[in-house]
């Protein structure tokens, strides 16, 4: 709404047209009239607030023609211009609408009806306009605030819109793009097969509804560089429900990304070692197996224990036996072929998997030469640390099928390793679950004879 004393400038040196037009606009309902004779005055009055719209005559003494327009239009600003104009010059004053004035009136309509008319109109136009500018800039400032990328297009598929994140994660300026076809600004592609990824638009038109992209999908930049992203797409309506375009809101998920992987990462590895932890152990087995399975493969299981590594770090510290466990899973991993899984079982046991041990031989001599090579002694400045290891061995499938039986029957055979004087290895055996059967009995034995006061005092 105008604030109260805004009223109209009428520049204008024809007395009796001056005095029509302040006549005619005399009414309550209508803004106040300030009237000057030459552009100059007109000028002057404009550096100045309170006009809130200009009636202006094209031929003036200072100033003549459509240059009398382009000059007042220059200091006007946004301000709406009704021009007046003699018949004769009728061309000039459509001239001027072409150049932003609002309309021309003929001498032959300077009536009460037509003046108000014109003037009532070029002021309520100027303040739809005045809404809808300012409607267009705030929603400007807040798709330019947001995290996201917004792009828009027309019901062809051209692009229409872009936000400034959009512009950034394009590389295509909203000038450059507008215009365009989507596919050339919005090039994405799926990141597994690399193929161009199908038109989000075109799905979203055709469904009349949202729609998201397909997963792993990867924009490329105008440059080239490649960013993973999700987004959504809609289409837009107008009035009528008739669909005119679409609107599609997408945003970088690098960080989200990698931030997974990372959290995946560490939930399958040991914090110490970066090795396979149990979890990732057995699924790796699982699958070696299955394979073995397959191709009719042996699979060999080593369950290792670091002999005497308490001591270590009892005596060294735990910052030295850390060292050491990280030293140990080095070796091991350079000990052993990319297809083979190391991984910290949890302390100091480490368990390995050999895949295709097709020969008992050849298993034989990959664990001696394991054996051998942890044998050797460790630099942990400033110390120099020799740990023996026992390992057990169990095979797929002669000594179990399956993940877990293999890991226990290794296991098994390590403390049959520890039991022959440590710093050795043993296969495993059937009579070795006998032998730890009975072991188990013996063990438990006293206590379960005391708990059920079994003992007897005969001296």
């Known amino acids: 709404m105008d604030k109260p004393g805004d009223g109209i400038l009428l520049v204008e040196s024809d007395i009796a047209d001056a005095t029509t037009v302040l006549m005619a606009l005399a009414s309550d309902d209508q803004p106040r009239v300030e009237w000057v004779k030459r552009l100059a005055d007109g000028l002057q009055r404009l550096e100045q607030p309170g006009i809130i719209g200009i009636v202006l005559n094209l031929f003036l003494p200072d100033s003549r023609g459509i240059e009398t327009f382009d000059r007042i239009r220059q200091a006007a600003g946004h301000l709406p211009i009704l021009v007046l104009c003699r018949a004769d010059d009728e061309p000039i004053g459509r001239l001027a609408v072409e150049r932003g004035a609002d309309d021309f009136l003929l001498p032959t309509h300077l009536d009460t009806y037509s003046l108000t008319r014109a003037v009532s109109r070029m002021l309520e136009r100027h303040t739809h306009d005045e809404a809808l500018f300012v409607e267009k800039e705030r929603a400007e400032v807040t798709l330019n605030s947001i995290g996201d990328a917004v792009l828009s297009t027309d019901i062809s598929g051209n692009v229409t819109y872009l936000n400034t994140v959009a512009e950034c994660m394009t590389g295509w300026p909203r000038a450059e793009a507008v215009g365009r076809p989507l596919v050339e600004v919005f090039n994405i592609i799926d990141g597994e097969t690399r193929r161009r990824s199908d038109n989000p638009l075109a799905l979203a038109i055709r469904e009349n509804k949202t729609v998201n992209l397909t997963a792993d999908c990867i924009l490329i930049r105008r440059d080239g560089y490649e960013s993973p992203i999700e987004d959504s797409t809609a289409p837009i309506h107008d009035r009528a429900g008739r669909t005119t375009g679409a609107v599609i809101v997408f945003h970088d998920v690098s960080a989200a990304r990698q931030m997974a992987i990372q959290l995946s990462h560490q939930a399958q590895h040991d914090f110490l070692t970066d090795l396979p932890n149990r979890m990732l152990l057995n699924d790796r087995l699982q699958q070696a197996i299955l394979l073995a399975s397959r191709h009719e493969q042996r699979i060999a299981v080593l369950f290792l224990d670091l002999d005497r590594f308490k001591h270590i770090n009892d005596s060294l510290g735990h910052i030295i036996g850390d060292q050491l466990l990280q030293a140990v899973a080095t070796r091991l991993t350079r000990s052993v072929r990319r297809s083979d899984t190391v991984s910290r079982r949890?302390?100091?046991?480490?368990?390995?998997?050999?895949?295709?041990?097709?020969?008992?031989?050849?298993?034989?001599?990959?664990?001696?030469?394991?054996?051998?090579?942890?044998?050797?002694?460790?630099?942990?400045?400033?110390?120099?640390?020799?740990?023996?290891?026992?390992i057990g061995v169990s095979i797929y499938p002669d000594d179990a099928e399956d993940?877990?039986?293999?890991?226990?029957?290794?296991?098994?055979?390590?403390?049959?390793?520890?039991?022959?004087?440590?710093?050795n290895y043993q296969f495993f055996t059937q009579d070795m679950i006998v032998d730890a059967v009975e072991r188990q009995f013996i063990e438990n034995s006293p206590r379960v004879a005391l708990a059920r006061r079994e003992f007897s005092l005969h001296y």
């Open 346 to 390: 949890g302390g100091d046991e480490f368990v390995v998997v050999l895949a295709e041990s097709d020969k008992a031989r050849n298993t034989e001599i990959k664990v001696a030469r394991l054996l051998a090579a942890l044998a050797m002694p460790y630099r942990i400045s400033p110390h120099e640390v020799h740990v023996p290891v026992s």
């Open 403 to 423: 993940a877990d039986t293999l890991i226990n029957n290794a296991d098994t055979a390590m403390y049959h390793a520890k039991e022959n004087g440590r710093n």
